[in-house]
């Protein structure tokens, strides 16, 4: 806007009365207007109110009001600019503020610079009460009591302190005391009957409540818990809705929820830093820490999300009944007899039998269960007494044992021995003179026919008289390993696993012939035996075992063990079942009818199975191994052929121990007694009885 | 405007499979007309919870209801009860609005009020299906019992009282009834095990301290499932107090509750009203009213012949007509009782000739609790208590501080653990690893 135009306007608001017009203005938008002090005071007031509300002036209607009474103080302070109520920014561009009110122009102050205000504000310590008045262009001071003032001003009370805004109420109008009423009518009659107007509108209502067209609010029901559940005993009836899966309930606390848990449970600092380190969801969700005492404990911060949280689980998540097989694992194992029906059988040892001075590698029980053979590593061959230990007879063959075979004719009294390349046939010297001497004629080689009647097997096998033992001396192209004799004691089997073709040989000792098999041989062989009642011959090669019919000279079948190393084996007295140690500790029990698999696998034996034995009368059948244990099973065999052979396993027995990674090398039963004999590498043969 | 189908499916053939079978959870929303809070809110109350098809047909991503569900959900009387209340919060703000506060106010207290009563009878037909899933409710409730009211929080004083008196009824009957099993201390709180009708209660209570309310907590779906479990718990108190012959809700002693003993209140009520009508089960005096009234010995004995004859009574009732064999269950079922009385008898007598006194400084609460319900007599230092420190046929006074003022000989001094770990145990333990400081 132009400064002639100003000029122009300016006459219009030069009242006198402008002035304070606007000064009570601004005093007015801090309190009610009406409650305004004297006039002396409002004319300072517009410079405590500057600062606040500078702009508003004179909009407010309540300034007109005062109008009159600032008509007074005109006389006393003779405001210099009547410039009036204009926006004052008109004269910012102006050398002067307005125009005193003879119509001079008023001067504008030359204004401090900041410097000098700041020099000024810390001199004087009363410039905090100066204030800049604008209008006038000057600086006021304002009075201790103007402070008060603004002060009570600014706390929103009325700006004098002995001001009441609640004063006592005065009735100005005497009540007694007159001599008249005020209004001397008499009181009307329809003060005394009862209004029709009423009537009428009860009988409305009352029509309306009989209508039921008005209807009263019911009292309120005090809805308490009552007996919600009186009988259950009704409850059958199955509703059509889904089934109801309950939740879950919650993991029980563990001891590292314990306030004051074992110290193993309390993570390190470097733990707990680790953690910051995982994904959110691998954090572990509790912290154990400790308290040395129950007061220590302090609230738990997480109860209210760990309760938030079992809320969401509760009606967020899908409930899927997990369809588990609910199957009692122990109902699914066969119902085995207990232990106790099953005896007898060996459960500890009896009696120790000393004197070998090297591992006793093989043992053999005398049929009639009198004496047991023993042969071992230090190069003896050993009669004991079964029932005292005492040691018979020895006899010093000079060369590792590897097998005694006893004569199974209760009548002939002679061993078995392989030893090296060689095999042995020992006269115990037991029994009467009769026997004795058929033993001595059996046990005579005729030197002039040692070789041509046996025909390819010739080469190998050489018959020889042993004078020094008193008995006959077969020699062979390798080392033998086994010895078994057939069961009418006039035939034996040798098992030389190098012999190729000839491993297996059948030597005939009445007539002192050696056969070879006629049949070949698939693999190793490790062992060889002959079927109690028939004329079966097994052999055990190290993967499968070969049954031959030597009558009828025909292959029967082949059983496959599934083994890697078979070692050893065994024919039930029944003969339809065989059991086959193998060197990975297993045992496989072969139902002859059933297949050629294996019926039953055991893995009972954490080493090398060495021998496995049936018991000739007893439903028993055990094995020994390397780890010093010899387990004893009941292994029954029905004669009905629809039920399985029921095997349990009843006893371990313990007791050898260990010589060069060798536990115990050989095991016998005791021909009639349930009693099992076994032979250790630490030198000892054991007799375990019921 | 039609969207475009799929796959083809002739008219009149119907959906098929996992599809006609499941809904997602905003076709739900819109089946039921109702916004998602109301939604969740019902299904909390229902006891609806999301299933998983086989089949995700609109995607992994996607929450499944079943129809089935969605139908029981339609058929809830509790829907048509919301919308009237959602009427009626629009009246109420109307007549604000226009500063008719008389109206207002009668509006408000017009609100129809959800009832839950039927809810609870429809997911919990049987009292022992409660029983079964009381975990959480125990739980939550005894959280909320510990919570500061707070009106930003939406938390209600009301309800955190409400929730305080029904922790208390329920701990007063388990204790009053000798049902409590097991104990243990957590940094969480404090873990109780109870066996009420051959179902195993756990539930946490938090230490008696100030609780937090974080705000990563939607205190809303918490006050949801409190609406559930509120009444809950009433209705089963309800139900146990009846079935110990006792008035429910029990009327307390103004002074104890006004020094915040409500269990001792509740107790001692227990203990009174039981004097004054024999009572069915378990309704022996307990060792609070013996040591004050002395002659309970008698009483007992009184009680003991009457639950016998009842129990004869029953059978009698139970008795099936015509039917062999039955007899025989029962008489099974009878000496299994007798086994879980076992149970009781053994936790009631193990604390049977102590007497207990709780320091200053022992979380007053729990032992109050835990102590009664094994037998014991207890006190405690502060106004109202039983019987005060002097009294010299204190057994074990229940201390955590080292520092103690007067020791008495008579008495053995043991930290609170001692009192857990011989409840658990069962047996009263030596307590020279429990003396404080160790």
């Not at chain 1, 009441?164 to 005497?174: A, I, S």
Request: proline share 6%; charged share 30%.
């Amino acid at each position: 806007m132009s400064p002639t135009k100003q000029n122009e306007e300016d006459p219009h608001v030069s009242d006198s009365d402008t002035d304070s017009t606007y000064e009570d203005s601004s005093a007015a938008d801090d309190d009610d207007g009406d409650s305004f002090g004297s006039p002396s005071e409002s004319e300072s007031e517009p410079a405590a109110g500057d600062d606040s509300e500078p702009d508003e002036h004179g909009e407010s209607d309540s300034s007109g009001l005062h109008q009159e009474e600032s008509d007074s103080s005109e006389d006393e302070v003779a405001p210099r600019n009547t410039v009036g109520d204009v926006p004052l920014h008109w004269y910012d561009d102006e050398p002067h503020i307005g125009y005193d009110i003879k119509g001079k122009k008023i001067k504008k102050k030359d204004k401090l610079d900041k410097l000098g205000s700041f020099l000024a504000n810390v001199d004087d310590s009363k410039n905090w009460r100066k204030v800049y008045d604008e209008y006038n262009d000057e600086e006021v001071e304002l009075t201790k009591d103007e402070v008060k003032l603004v002060r009570r001003l600014l706390k929103n009370r009325a700006p004098h302190a002995d001001f009441n805004p609640y004063p006592d109420y005065v009735d100005w109008f005497k009540w007694d005391g007159a001599k008249h009423p005020l209004s001397n009518a008499p009181e009307p009659k329809r003060r005394f009957i009862p209004s029709k107007w009423e009537a009428k509108k009860v009988v409305q209502y009352v029509r309306a409540i009989r209508k039921g067209l008005i209807t009263f609010d019911k009292p309120k029901e005090e809805d308490g818990p009552y007996l919600l559940w009186e009988d259950d005993s009704g409850l059958t009836e199955k509703s059509n809705h889904l089934a109801y899966i309950p939740a879950p309930k919650q993991k029980l606390p563990g001891n590292e929820e314990s306030y004051n848990p074992p110290l193993e449970y309390i993570p390190t600092q470097e733990e707990i830093n680790s953690y910051q380190l995982m994904y959110e969801e691998d954090r572990p969700k509790f912290i154990p820490k400790r308290f040395t005492s129950m007061r220590s404990i302090p609230a738990y911060e997480n109860a209210m999300k760990d309760c938030f949280e079992r809320c969401l689980d509760l009606y967020l998540c899908p409930r899927v009944r997990k369809k588990r097989l609910n199957i009692d694992p122990e109902s699914l194992k066969p119902k085995l007899p207990s232990r106790k029906e099953l005896k007898p059988y060996p459960t500890s040892c009896y009696i120790e039998y000393k004197g070998h001075e090297d591992a006793v590698t093989s043992i053999s029980v005398e049929p009639s269960g009198q004496w047991i053979a023993s042969g071992s590593s230090d190069g003896t061959v050993r009669i004991w007494e079964v029932e005292t230990g005492r040691c018979l007879r020895r006899w010093d063959v000079g060369e590792a044992v590897n097998c005694v075979a006893w004569n199974p004719q209760p009548d002939v009294h002679i061993l078995a021995v392989s030893l090296g390349q060689d095999v042995l046939i020992l006269n115990t010297h037991l029994g009467d003179d009769e026997e004795q001497k058929k033993i001595k004629e059996l046990l005579s080689v005729d030197t002039s026919t040692p070789s041509d009647d046996s025909g390819n097997s010739a080469t190998s096998v050489r018959w020889l008289q042993d004078d020094k033992h008193g008995g006959i001396k077969l020699k062979f192209f390798k080392t033998v390993t086994a010895v078994e004799w057939h069961r009418k004691g006039d035939y034996f089997s040798t098992v030389m696993p190098a012999g190729e073709s000839r491993a297996v040989l059948i030597h005939h000792l009445s007539k002192k012939l050696t056969q070879k098999l006629p049949f070949k041989l698939h693999g190793l062989a490790v062992r060889s035996t002959f079927h109690p009642s028939r004329s079966i011959f097994f052999i055990c090669t190290k993967q499968s075992v070969r049954v031959y019919d030597l009558l009828k000279r025909k292959f029967i079948k082949k059983l496959d063990t599934g083994l890697r190393e078979a070692s050893s084996i065994a024919v039930h007295p029944g003969g339809d079942n065989l059991i086959v140690g193998s060197k990975e500790g297993k045992l496989c029990w072969f139902d002859m009818d059933l297949s050629s698999k294996p019926y039953k696998t055991l893995k009972c034996h954490p080493k090398d199975i060495n021998n496995v034995v049936y018991h000739r009368s007893y439903p028993l059948f055990a094995s020994c191994s390397d780890d010093c244990n010899a387990y004893v099973f009941h292994g029954m065999v029905y004669s009905d052929l629809n039920q399985n052979p029921l095997i349990v396993p009843l006893e371990i027995l313990r007791g050898h121990t260990s010589s060069d990674g060798r536990g115990i090398l050989d095991c016998k039963f005791h021909p009639r007694q349930p009693w099992l004999f076994t032979a250790g590498a630490d030198k000892l043969i054991k007799l375990y009885c019921h | 405007m039609v969207k475009a189908v799929k796959h083809y499916r002739p008219p009149g053939k119907k959906k098929e499979g996992n599809a006609a079978k499941f809904v997602t959870r905003s076709q739900a929303l819109k089946q039921l007309q109702i916004n998602l809070p109301l939604f969740r809110k019902l299904c909390i109350l229902k006891g609806v919870t999301p299933r998983e098809p086989k089949k995700k047909f609109k995607g992994t991503h996607q929450t499944y209801y079943h129809v089935k569900d969605v139908a029981f959900l339609h058929h809830e009387p509790l829907l048509e009860i919301h919308r009237e209340i959602r009427v009626h919060e629009r009246k109420i703000k109307k007549a604000e609005a226009k500063k008719n506060l008389e109206r207002a106010k009668r509006l408000r207290e017009k609100t129809p009020k959800p009832k839950i009563d039927r809810i609870i009878r429809q997911r919990y037909p049987r009292f022992v299906d409660a029983l079964g899933e009381l975990d959480d409710c125990l739980s939550m409730v005894h959280l909320f019992a510990a919570l500061p009211a707070a009106e930003s929080k939406k938390i209600d004083i009301e309800c955190v009282h409400k929730c305080r008196r029904l922790a208390h009824e329920w701990q007063a009957f388990i204790s009053r009834t000798h049902k409590l099993r097991k104990a243990f201390v957590s940094v969480k709180g404090i873990y109780y095990q109870a066996e009420v009708e051959g179902q195993k209660i756990t539930w946490l209570t938090p230490h008696s301290l100030q609780q937090v309310v974080s705000d990563d907590v939607d205190v809303i779906t918490m006050l949801n499932f409190l609406q559930l479990y509120e009444p809950l718990l009433g209705f089963v108190n309800f139900r146990l107090y009846h079935s110990i012959n006792l008035k429910y809700p029990p009327i307390l002693d103004p002074r104890l509750e006004a020094l915040a003993a409500d269990l001792y209140a509740l107790s001692r009520y227990a203990n009174a009203n039981v004097n004054a009508i024999p009572s069915v089960v378990n309704s022996e005096a307990s060792q609070v009213a013996e040591s004050e009234q002395g002659d309970a010995k008698p009483k007992r004995d009184d009680i003991e012949h009457e639950k016998s004859e009842l129990r004869l009574a029953q059978l009698q009732h139970q008795l099936p007509t015509n039917e062999p064999g039955a007899l025989m269950q029962l008489v099974e079922e009878a000496a299994s009782e007798e086994e879980e009385d076992q149970d009781t008898r053994e936790c009631k007598n193990l604390f049977k000739d102590l007497k207990f006194f709780l320091s200053r400084e022992v979380p007053r609460e729990s032992l109050l609790f835990v102590i009664p319900a094994f037998g014991g007599i207890v006190s405690w230092e502060g106004e109202g208590a039983p019987f005060q420190e002097s009294d010299q046929s204190i057994t074990h006074q229940i201390v955590d501080r080292d520092a103690q003022g007067h020791k008495f000989l008579s008495r053995e001094y043991v930290q609170p653990q001692w009192v857990f770990d011989s409840v658990n145990a069962r047996i009263i333990l030596p307590t020279v690893d429990y003396m404080v400081g160790r």
